[in-house]
């Protein structure tokens, strides 16, 4: 180990457990459908767990096709008889208090958020929730305002909304999917991902709190086999977040039926540092880029590409960060990288890990101790690197960042965009002309300069090319819930 890497090796932190009293689990959980839990007609449960213990949390119903036609209705009746025809300033007291719910509520949703997901605490704390709750606030504004939002327009709600979701963000995720579908009008049914139903659950009795009316909001849990029920019910429009593969199957199911859709999928963002960077940032920016929710994140900075003069200063100092990064329990309020989502995320990491080892790439891991139980995956770092490797072309979704080189932002430019993904993309460099010469050439729908991950609900996100189509949040957000007729017809 270098002297730099060796300095690096941080002192032990006192154990900082976040309590996880505040959080009330019931032991099982039905299908939140017309503003009631009910029982699911399937009569299919699973359990959910920890995945940094993998201990069992709760039993949650499995909706099957009946169930979901069921929550299909009752989202077409709150349309048609309680939600569409509302004046927008109505529409919006009931996001106010949502959003409020989730901001007096934050401790719990965020405990809880890590107890399923395997998050650490401080980013479902700091980030998830707060950004949830930010989502509410934001549409809230917007609902009664549609007109002069797009004007020369009439905007009409579509009627009902399919919305699933994945596990890497479920509460941001629902906050993404359902405040623009209810600001604009829209009723929805929400189907979380299998592993981390509890905080949508949980999200329910805010819905039942703020009183907004019965089956504006269904909840429906379960697996691929739900989803794929929901996405072929007579919903209006399909809004997808998850893996390019599912989305594919997803808008061939549903081509010539006239329903709209937005997918929102994979990425393989590069971040690209030139050798004008300010070093220590950018370390900063790309250990922010990879690791924060162990990497599973779509717009992950995944691959990092570092202008030749600067790589092995950078390799040093990025090196000497992983060392310093703590890996294990989530609810420690000191953990920088949590557990994996689910033992099938890890063995998907690991596999891809080795094609790596065996494609010829070097690997870096730090020398970090991990918890017995549960799924993790050790900070890892690739160099020799190939465009060819299977690491540098496919979505690890784990926390394994492989590093390429470059000469020219000629070059920089070629190999970012030399991926079937679009979706985003970083530039460090301390020149705001070559930001924006890169920024017009990247095709990705997010460039970040000088930073990375930072969202915001007023900023559209979303991709180009197999990152789907599309934009959720900020003004943007809002086009895909409505008909926006010409004034007058
Ligand atoms: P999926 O795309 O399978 O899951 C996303 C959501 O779609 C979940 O709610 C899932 O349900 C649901 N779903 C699964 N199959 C269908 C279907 N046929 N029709 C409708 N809905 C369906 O992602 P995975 O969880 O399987 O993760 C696999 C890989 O996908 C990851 O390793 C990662 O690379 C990528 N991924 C990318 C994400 C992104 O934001 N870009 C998010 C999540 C994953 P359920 O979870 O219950 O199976």
Redesign the pocket.
């Known amino acids: 180990m270098s002297d730099a890497i060796q300095q690096a090796v941080p002192w032990e932190y006192a154990p900082a457990p976040e309590s996880t009293d505040i959080v009330k689990l019931d032991d099982s959980y039905g299908l939140f459908i017309g503003g009631e839990f009910v029982e699911p007609k399937s009569g299919d449960r699973f359990v959910t767990i920890n995945p940094a213990t993998e201990e069992p949390l709760a039993e949650i119903a499995e909706a099957g096709p009946e169930d979901v036609g069921v929550a299909v209705d009752a989202a077409r009746d709150a349309s048609d008889h309680r939600w569409r025809d509302l004046p927008g300033s109505e529409r919006a007291k009931y996001l106010y208090r949502i959003a409020r719910q989730l901001q007096e509520r934050a401790r719990e949703f965020a405990v809880l958020e890590s107890m399923n997901g395997g998050k650490p605490i401080k980013e479902s704390r700091d980030i998830d929730i707060p950004l949830a709750a930010a989502h509410f606030f934001y549409y809230a504004g917007w609902a009664d305002k549609l007109e002069y939002a797009f004007p020369g327009r009439t905007p009409r709600p579509i009627g009902v909304a399919g919305q ?5 963000f479920p509460m941001l995720m629902a906050a993404w999917k359902l405040a623009p579908a209810l600001a604009t009008g829209n009723t929805a049914v929400l ?5 981390t139903p509890l905080t949508a659950l949980l999200l329910a009795h805010v819905i039942q709190e703020a009183d907004l009316p019965a089956g504006v909001v269904n909840i429906l849990t ?3 086999d ?3 029920a ?2 072929g019910a007579p919903v209006d429009k399909i809004a ?4 390019t ?3 594919k ?2 808008r061939r199911s549903i081509a010539g039926s006239g329903k709209r859709l937005t997918l ?4 393989k963002a590069a971040n690209i540092v030139f050798e004008d960077a300010p070093l220590d940032q950018a370390v900063e920016g790309v250990v922010n880029g990879i690791f924060f929710n162990q990497g ?1 994140v ?1 717009c992950a900075g995944s691959r990092l590409l570092v202008q030749e003069p600067v790589f092995d200063a950078l390799i040093e100092k990025l090196k000497a960060r992983l060392q310093t990064l703590r890996v294990g329990d989530p609810l420690d309020k000191n953990t920088d990288v949590g557990a994996i989502n689910s033992r ?2 890890l063995q ?1 990491i690991e596999e891809l890990v080795a094609s790596g080892v065996e494609e010829g790439a070097e690997i870096y891991q730090p020398e970090c101790v991990l918890p017995e139980r549960g799924f993790w995956f050790r900070p890892t770092l690739f160099t020799g690197v190939s465009q060819s490797h299977r690491i540098a072309r496919e ?3 784990g926390p394994v960042l492989s590093i390429l080189t470059f000469r020219t932002p000629e070059e920089a430019v070629q190999k970012a965009n030399n991926t079937p993904f679009g979706l985003s993309a970083g530039v460090w460099t301390e020149k705001g002309s070559r930001i924006l010469w890169m920024a017009e050439r990247l095709r990705a729908g997010v460039v970040w300069a000088n930073t990375f991950n930072r969202f915001d609900p007023s900023s559209p996100f979303g991709g180009y090319k197999e990152s789907g189509f599309g934009r959720e949040g900020g003004l943007h957000g809002l086009e895909p819930y409505l008909e926006l007729e010409p004034n007058g017809t």
């Open positions: 699933i979701i994945p596990w890497n189907k979380p991902a299998e592993t379960g697996a691929g739900t989803g794929a929901l996405v997808f977040t998850g893996s593969d599912v989305g199957i997803i929102e999928l994979g990425g599973h779509c099938a995320q998907k979505e690890i979704f």
